[in-house]
């Protein structure tokens, strides 16, 4: 049977630490400028540091198809893939002429009934290249204290066939949650990489072809704790801090491109998006407000952000954990469709060390704390620290990415577990000791498996103190129904401010672009982060396309809907049934509405494409973008 220390919640509190608190209090709920130190009117390039460059190719081919409803023809790119270039897709970039600028058209071929009565006349293979910067640059960390971090830039490369490639605009590209430190945005290349990743797929915007336009100028930031800084913590969900840093990171990279001699200039009406799915999605809308509130909109050209499945609301996203019985607001045949989540659990546990080892590791409230206040032992048991301080391992088997940690869950359903915890006593000091559980006991805690992934029942994850604080509803909402937050001190208020710090839903009113996507069956990042900032942002115009309700049913109706070509935020409410990873690749690559496998257009590059000219794209509204 298994051991559980049940810890006292007394905790030394040391001048250092207590004058470290007294100060944050001020800061908690506004992000004021310049925090981490000044923000230099202008970077030079002189501080960048090249660490590799190295030649990609894409490789995709194209078809053209018949549209049987409107008789139009319309050539789609579909992408196979990226590789490091061989000598043969040099040879295809360096040829005038040759077997490399052959033809590949397929002959015409009858309609494919898949395709839903589309017409395929031909294929083409083809290849397109991008050269793939790695290089360093200064940012600071959670002190202020300057650090080097890491970022990949993807530059679209000339090529002899179509003559030029101008990037149009800068594409801000921010990664999902990742655990392993070879899944970092500069480790793709090194790693075979999967193209269908955030990753892969945010580096096609990077290429360039006579179809998917505008190309972009790819800048995609490791965020501190990866890349050249493994050995680092990674500040997670601290959001003002990783917005300053890839904020650097951008500046930093144009100034680069611009000095690189054989570079095209940019196009004069040149703009930045920044875009992102996942944790990607919740930085991209916290660049979104770092570039505005610092000042940055004119000389980023910055145009807007594209957010999917973001925790935008920590504080709503962890409710929705401990209360929501498996809302979706999709009703279908008078029903409304379970997501399957069951209150009080959590369908992807890692994310709750993740959370909290982020806020004990950078945010000010939270330095005095550490883990062990909030996870129990039972948990801290299956190891789920170490899984995470692994990325600093220098090998690929010694890390673990958020499949290997799921599996590392679902073994220990099946043999139990044991392992040395460190566990802080004011008393005794800090200790290690060995808790063991069968595996019975392991799926008291996971409950099931689902996509992969194991359920956690978070009575047993998290200590009894720190479930009790959020099982009891008067800790969030007052008698009227309105959110609050603590002003005295303990170690759950402590968490709680820290978690209303990083809010992105409150305390600022964009200016830009704001397209969103966000599936309502999403039981990691659930669709009530998209709630909240429909609420609490209820002052802009809204667009949410093809009239979805799903907002309405959760009892949340913005004061201004407008067509589309009016609105500051345009809402995609996807039709996909899809939990978060599924859902993602839907975002990034298969698409989710209608015919995109037909169209070619998927989520991410259609909203992105709305930001930067959603008054005259005239594809929003229709299944046929051409």
Not at 132 to 141: I, N
Not at 253 to 276: C, H, M, P, R
Not at 465 to 490: A, L, M, V
Request: glycine share 8%; with cysteine.
């Amino acid at each position: 049977m298994g051991l559980e220390l049940k810890k006292l919640n007394y905790k030394i509190m040391y001048p250092r630490k207590l004058l470290l608190l007294v100060l944050s209090l001020t800061t908690v709920g506004a992000w004021a400028q310049g925090s981490f130190g000044n923000l230099p009117k202008t970077v030079d390039v002189r501080d960048v540091e090249i660490i590799s460059i190295d030649k990609v190719v894409f490789s995709s081919h194209d078809s053209i198809v018949v549209n049987p409803v409107t008789g139009k023809v319309d050539t789609l790119i579909i992408d196979d893939g990226m590789r490091i270039a061989t000598a043969e897709d040099e040879a295809y970039f360096t040829e005038a002429s040759g077997p490399a600028r052959a033809p590949h058209r397929a002959p015409a071929v009858t309609p494919d009934p898949s395709l839903g009565g589309v017409e395929r006349i031909g294929m083409q293979w083809a290849k397109t290249g991008a050269y793939l910067y790695t290089y360093k640059y200064p940012s600071v960390d959670a002190d202020g204290n300057r650090v080097i971090l890491s970022s990949l830039m993807g530059v679209p490369r000339r090529q002899f066939q179509i003559g030029f490639a101008k990037p149009n605009n800068v594409l801000i590209a921010c990664h999902e949650t990742i655990t392993s430190n070879f899944e970092a945005p500069t480790n793709y290349k090194n790693e075979g990489g999967d193209f269908q990743s955030g990753v892969g797929m945010m580096l096609q915007y990077a290429r360039y072809d006579r179809v998917r336009q505008p190309c972009c100028l790819v800048i995609m930031p490791d965020y501190e704790g990866y890349g050249i800084t493994a050995d680092r913590a990674h500040p997670y969900l601290y959001q003002e801090l990783t917005a300053r840093q890839v904020v650097d990171a951008v500046r930093y990279g144009i100034a680069l491109y611009n000095k690189e001699s054989g570079f095209s200039k940019f196009e004069s009406d040149w703009k930045s998006v920044s875009l992102g799915y996942s944790q990607g999605g919740s930085v991209a809308l916290a660049v979104h407000k770092f570039i505005e509130e610092n000042g940055l909109d004119e000389e980023l050209h910055f145009a807007g952000s594209v957010c999917g499945d973001g925790p935008y609301d920590p504080v709503a996203h962890l409710l929705y954990y401990i209360n929501d019985n498996g809302h979706t607001w999709f009703v279908k045949d008078a029903v409304e469709q379970n997501s399957g989540h069951e209150a009080g659990s959590v369908s992807m546990p890692i994310v709750m060390p993740l959370i909290l080892k982020g806020m004990c590791d950078s945010n000010p409230l939270m330095r005095q704390h550490t883990v062990d206040d909030y996870l129990s032992g039972k948990f801290l048991s299956t190891g789920s620290l170490d899984m995470i301080n692994a990325k600093k391992n220098p090998k690929k088997k010694d890390q673990f990415s958020t499949d290997d940690v799921s599996d590392r869950y679902r073994q220990q359903r099946k043999k139990g577990m044991s392992n040395f915890v460190t566990i802080s006593n004011p008393y005794t000091g800090t200790g290690s000791f060995r808790l063991s559980y069968s595996a019975a006991e392991v799926r008291e805690m996971f409950f099931k498996e689902a996509d992969k992934n194991v359920h956690g029942k978070l009575q047993q994850m998290l200590t009894e103190e720190c479930y009790n604080y959020f099982t009891t509803s008067s800790n969030f909402i007052d008698g009227n129904g309105k959110r609050i937050t603590p002003t005295g001190r303990g170690f759950m208020q402590d968490l709680h401010r820290a978690l209303e710090s990083n809010n992105l839903t409150v305390g600022w009113k964009p200016k830009h672009r704001i397209a969103f996507y966000h599936s309502t069956f999403d039981t990691v990042v659930p669709y009530d982060n998209l709630l909240s900032f429909i609420k609490n942002q209820d002052d802009l115009r809204y667009f949410f396309y093809k009239d979805s309700d799903r907002h309405l049913r959760a009892g949340v109706n913005p004061s201004h809907t407008v067509p589309r070509t009016q609105a500051d935020v345009f809402v995609y409410e996807t039709a996909s049934n899809k939990d978060h990873v599924p859902a993602g690749k839907d975002f990034f690559f298969f698409g989710s509405w209608g015919p995109v496998g037909i169209t070619g257009i998927t989520p991410d590059y259609w909203l992105y494409k709305w930001v930067l000219k959603g008054d005259n794209e005239t594809s929003i509204n229709t299944p046929w973008p051409w």
